[in-house]
């Protein structure tokens, strides 16, 4: 720690960060869960891949009511994921790699099995236990209403009544009561969480629903409320987007700027508009834009996207980031075999399976990979998309565990499909996952996916991201230098990136690629002077 006068080298502004949702990335001790150990044990794989950073899903102890974003104690590690310590060695292993580490931060709501939570429901109604969280009394004669009409993200009221009768507020499941973002308390502890984990050489942290903390204390019903993933977000909205977020930023802000060369990421998902102000100088250091993810293959509109995104980010002197999949949605080389306009975010539920053409959708996401790593800016990737995997759709209904599941009535599968564990090798129990099996399981069609099958196999998908991110570092790591090229015509998306031309066949037929220009990279083979349908080339003079 250097308080007086901290460097920075800004290593995000463009970076590869890999997001390792622990649980179904390795699993080191046999019991079925991805941990530490396993995490550790793939450290070389992730510098071969040549990554800049790790973004760890939420590690911390809990019930895993939410996949571990409902957190019981933030300062110590999930004994099925490994140990404090564990998580020192990981931290120094990693930055042995030239690789830093994002830990995720949860400040929205803990775990309703969180001490704090328990001593609010022990200590009774006006107590300054209950006065962490929100509590509030009913409406009706008996107080038997909830006190608004708001509904929580996973479906439902947000609200839930406790045994005195009071209710507590819930954006998400019950099982995450929403922290009191108003009590002093409550900023004061996550200061010292960010400090706990600062201290212990965590280089930056992905912030939860960095859009919710803040409510509307007249507590007015809204009608109609929208879901986070939708970007619904209005300017006075009772919790999403509201303008006192930003005090708790630039506290944030503060804590992290006591240290060297640290960040913090913003999962924000507020109007466009509205995103530049969390990226104010003494705000986050990036956000996740997740606008090129929900854009469907089309060149016109990927070009608008993109265009948008990077004039937006110069605009404040913010650098962009790119995202195509997480954790949370389905995985884009799935996405990209269904028809546009089919709606992707719930489609794998019951789903007509003969809309999903799974060739076309491996082939698309390859020609994606080769977009996100040429953008300026950071590109995020998901763990098991260098592989090209596909969401599991088809997952058996007594195996689901997302909340949403349960929360609509089992209607909506949620999110377990792209969490299903990564396929080390080609065969055996749980294809290298781990010797005790797989906590959720995987189709046989990841035999063949796996990275043993593809580390040897200069056509793989897992060959294609590793050059590519080798020569993003050594083509392409400048800022800025980026203009769209419209000479190939509406159906294709074509950019300059300083002497790198990037053209993507987004259109039905081939396209004439420019005659001297040298191919140094291409997502599918190229014969010839064109470009096929659904892929991308990177060109130099
Ligand atoms: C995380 C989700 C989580 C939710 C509640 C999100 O934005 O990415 O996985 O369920 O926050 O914490």
New binding site residues.
């Given amino acids: 720690m250097n308080s007086a006068a901290t460097t920075t080298s800004e290593w995000w502004r463009n970076g590869v960060v890999y997001q390792v949702y622990v649980r179904s990335f390795a699993d080191g001790n046999g019991d079925g869960t991805g941990d530490v150990t396993g995490l550790r044990s793939k450290l070389d794989y992730l510098r071969d891949l040549g990554v800049n950073a790790l973004w760890i ?1 939420p590690w911390y102890s809990s019930p895993l009511r ?2 571990g ?2 957190v019981a104690d933030y300062r110590t590690i999930d004994e099925r994921f490994g140990t404090t310590e564990e998580v020192e060695l990981f931290i120094a292993e990693a930055h042995e790699r030239d690789i830093k580490v994002i830990a995720d931060l ?1 400040p ?2 803990t775990s309703s099995d969180h001490r704090w939570f328990q001593e609010a429901l022990a200590a009774g109604p006006g107590s300054p236990e209950r006065a962490r969280y929100v509590f509030k009394d009913g409406k009706g004669a008996n107080g038997e209403l909830p006190p608004t009409d708001w509904t929580a ?2 479906g439902g009221s947000a609200w839930e009544q406790v045994e005195d009768g009071q209710w507590y507020l819930h ?2 499941d019950p099982s ?1 009561p929403d922290l009191n973002w108003e009590n002093e308390e409550v900023r004061a502890e996550f200061d010292d969480v960010f400090r706990f984990w600062l201290d212990r050489g965590i280089d930056g942290f992905r912030i ?2 960095a859009h919710g903390l803040v409510k509307d204390t007249t507590f007015p019903d809204v009608g109609k409320v929208g879901k ?1 993933l939708e970007s619904e977000t209005t300017e006075n909205h009772p919790f999403w987007d509201r303008d006192g977020v930003h005090e708790i930023n630039r506290r944030w802000r503060s804590v992290l700027d006591e240290y060297d060369d640290r960040m913090m990421v913003a ?1 924000a ?1 507020v109007a466009a508009h509205r995103l530049p102000l969390y990226l104010r100088p003494d705000e986050y250091h990036q956000s996740f834009n997740f606008d090129l993810l929900a854009t469907d293959w089309n060149a016109a509109e990927f070009a608008a996207v993109i265009d948008k995104s990077v004039t937006a980010a110069d605009e404040i002197g913010a650098s962009s980031t790119w995202v195509l999949s ?3 949605v389905m995985r884009h080389a799935t996405r990209y075999g269904l028809d546009a306009g089919i709606p992707w975010r719930q489609w794998p539920m019951t789903g007509p399976v003969e809309a999903l053409d799974v060739e076309r959708g491996a082939r698309r996401a390859r020609a994606a990979a080769l977009v996100t790593l040429s953008l300026p800016g950071s590109t995020y990737i998901y763990q098991g998309e260098e592989l090209g995997l596909p969401e599991v759709w088809d997952l058996p209904e007594d195996v689901l565990e997302d ?1 949403t599941w349960f929360r609509s009535d089992f209607t909506e599968k949620g ?1 377990d499909g792209c969490r299903v564990p990564i396929p080390w090798e080609r065969s055996g129990d749980s294809f290298g996952f781990g010797s005790g099996g797989a906590w959720l399981p995987q189709p046989e069609t990841f035999g063949d996916l796996s990275a043993e099958a593809q580390l040897d196999d200069p056509a793989s998908c897992l060959a294609l991201y590793r050059s590519a991110i080798a020569i993003r570092s050594e083509h392409l790591a400048e800022e800025g230098g980026f203009a769209l090229d419209s000479s190939f015509g509406d159906e294709v998306l074509a950019y300059r990136r300083g002497e790198v031309l990037v053209v993507v066949n987004m259109g039905a037929s081939p396209v004439a690629l420019p005659a001297e220009a040298k191919v140094l990279l291409a997502s599918s083979p190229i014969s010839g002077s064109d470009l096929e349908q659904d892929t991308a080339v990177w060109l130099v003079p």
Avoid: S
């Fill in positions: 899903n939410d996949g974003y409902d949860v929205n709501h993200v996973f954006l998400f995450q939860d629903v986070i999962e998902w997480n954790h949370d909340p999110r």
